[in-house]
């Protein structure tokens, strides 16, 4: 009964949205104008494009096909129903997109561009044209006539998901890169080691995966919780990785995989503690609590050094985009102090202050890289943390991702030189209880991070115009310590991820909390379609 009951109003949703042809789309485009009257599709739908843009418009037609039942052909014709025309004048994310009575036109430069376009697309259309899932309900499909000229303001726009606390899988995660998309952004951080967890196959240290991608306990200890002694873990192949990073290719989004080194690495000394330790004669395992470990790697030791290469070797052939992240974050310096070679590198590099060993250790990665063919090169992306020590031999040629003090450490940056991702841990850390109500799942916060919290959030408030160029973007990020299941993944994750989408995308002066809240209405269809949990506050 409650099935029928679901599909009846599911009926009813989609034919309301296609009767009123609203203009729903998230993230808001720079510039609207809606005409009077609409595109009305055939059983079939034409498409000139040029050869170079046809693979964008070959993904949409199997998606559109199957949710609508028209078929997409390509066509070289002139009275082709839609036409794709490539313009050197349009940014390369961004699009024209002019819906006629008769005929649907789109200006785009680039495949990104085209890509965005087709999202925004079918968020003219009810909201499992989006989802890609068919509906039996809709007798004629259509568009509103409108006209839309976009592009994102800023390049960067991101999410981060930690894997290193807890282990969700390959499904798990294409699911998120496909929401992802239908917000048009464009970075998968992937957060894949930490103390309690080493999630990537590394082929040359195949004890990473085999001893530090499992540990005793489900549960991450913290006050009265304790480890619940629970055999617990998982990892990616590098088969499995592959196919994930292709899969967000296909959706432009590039994945910036993170090796936190050499603190928050617990796992990777449990399983090669030999070659990695501070204390090679204490025991070392896969950490059970959550926090802060002091078991970090002995950046002293030529052969660590020789391991961060290896694995960044590795990654490099992984991960075909521009950038790798390192960390940097939150590394206890105690076990250097008391290490003989950790003391003997600090004073041989001149220096009194143990946060220079991290830095020095990082330079010597650094030039591994920059010692690499061109298109093997990465830049090297860091928490903010990297800014205590004394960054000078790094260069400015590295980013920054300002977390802590985010608006100041970002400022910091960015008048040493270096670009900065803005990842403020308040409001941004969408992990966090999106409400004070006794109902929200367990994790971190109070519930003062609600939609309206992240949303608000400005980035780039009062920063001087010259300092503004060396600002890449936003991310929102989620810390798994207290997420134990996929579903409460989403259920924080959403509708919050769609304001950092909108901040990243939209020009600061179009951003209306009210307005973004009945935009989004829509989208609670594309959830349940997508089978994606969410945060139900906001929604009617």
């Keep these: 009964m409650k099935a029928k009951l679901f599909l009846f109003f599911l009926s009813m949703f989609v034919l309301m949205s296609a009767v009123a042809g609203n203009v729903n789309i998230v993230p808001l485009p720079t510039k609207v104008e809606v005409g009077t009257g609409k595109f009305l599709f055939r059983k079939s739908l034409t498409v000139n494009t040029p050869d170079e843009l046809y693979p964008v418009v070959e993904k949409f037609?199997?998606?559109?096909?199957?949710?609508?039942?028209?078929?997409?052909?390509?066509?070289?014709s002139s009275s082709a129903q839609m036409k794709i025309c490539l313009n050197g004048d349009v940014p390369a994310e961004g699009y024209n997109l002019n819906v006629k009575p008769n005929e649907i036109v789109i200006e785009v430069s680039a495949p990104a561009g085209l890509f965005y376009a087709l999202q925004s697309l079918k968020q003219l259309m009810p909201r499992n044209v989006l989802a890609g899932v068919p509906v039996a309900t809709v007798e004629q499909w259509s568009l509103p006539v409108v006209q839309i000229a976009d592009a994102p303001s800023f390049g960067w726009r991101?999410?981060?998901?930690?894997?290193?606390r807890h282990f969700y899988?390959?499904?798990?995660?294409?699911?998120?890169?496909?929401?992802?998309?239908?917000?048009k952004m464009n970075r998968f951080h992937w957060h894949l080691t930490e103390d309690q967890g080493w999630r990537i196959e590394i082929k040359k240290y195949p004890l990473l995966t085999e001893v530090g991608a499992w540990r005793n306990s489900k549960v991450l200890g913290w006050g009265d919780t304790k480890p619940d002694g629970i055999r617990y873990g998982g990892f990616y192949t590098q088969h499995d990785v592959k196919e994930i990073v292709q899969y967000a290719r296909e959706r432009f989004i590039e994945i910036v995989p993170e090796v936190d080194i050499p603190g928050h690495s617990q796992a990777a000394v449990a399983s090669y503690p030999g070659l990695l330790a501070c204390d090679i004669n204490n025991w070392h395992e896969v950490w059970l609590w959550q926090g802060v470990s002091s078991d970090v790697i002995n950046v002293a030791d030529p052969n660590a050094v020789r391991f961060a290469k290896d694995v960044i070797d590795e990654l490099t052939e992984l991960f075909p985009f521009g950038y790798i992240h390192l960390g940097?974050?939150?590394c206890p310096t105690a076990k250097w102090e008391r290490n003989n070679e950790c003391r003997e590198l600090?004073?041989?590099?001149?220096?009194?202050?143990y946060r220079d060993l991290q830095i020095h250790f990082y330079k010597q990665l650094k030039d591994h890289i920059a010692a690499k063919p061109q298109e093997k090169q990465r830049k090297l992306i860091f928490w903010n943390e990297v800014l205590h020590g004394n960054t000078a031999p790094l260069g400015d040629d590295i980013t920054i991702m300002a977390w802590v003090g985010a608006d100041r450490a970002a400022v910091e940056a960015a008048k040493r030189g270096m670009t900065t991702i803005l990842s403020p841990q308040i409001p941004y850390y969408i992990n966090r209880r999106q409400s004070p109500l006794p109902t929200e799942p367990r994790s971190q916060g109070h519930g003062t991070?609600?939609?309206?919290?992240?949303?608000n959030y400005v980035p780039m408030?009062?920063?001087e115009g010259e300092l503004q160029q060396r600002y890449l973007g936003v991310q929102a990020n989620f810390w798994t310590e207290w997420v134990e299941d996929a579903s409460t993944v989403e259920y924080l994750m959403l509708p919050r991820l769609a304001a950092v989408a909108e901040a990243g995308w939209t020009p600061q002066e179009r951003r209306d909390y009210n307005d973004f809240v009945e935009r989004i209405q829509t989208d609670t269809l594309?959830?349940?379609?997508?089978?994606?949990?969410?945060?139900?506050?906001?929604?009617k």
């Design 449 to 455: 991070e609600t939609v309206e919290a992240v949303y």
């Design 158 to 164: 991101g999410f981060m998901l930690d894997e290193g």
């Design 346 to 353: 600090l004073s041989e590099i001149g220096s009194k202050n």
């Design 461 to 463: 408030r009062g920063v």
């Design 328 to 330: 940097g974050d939150e």
């Design 526 to 539: 594309y959830y349940r379609l997508k089978g994606v949990n969410y945060g139900k506050h906001i929604f």
């Design 61 to 76: 037609a199997a998606d559109f096909s199957r949710a609508t039942g028209i078929r997409v052909k390509k066509s070289k």
């Design 169 to 183: 899988g390959k499904e798990a995660v294409k699911k998120i890169i496909d929401v992802m998309a239908a917000y």
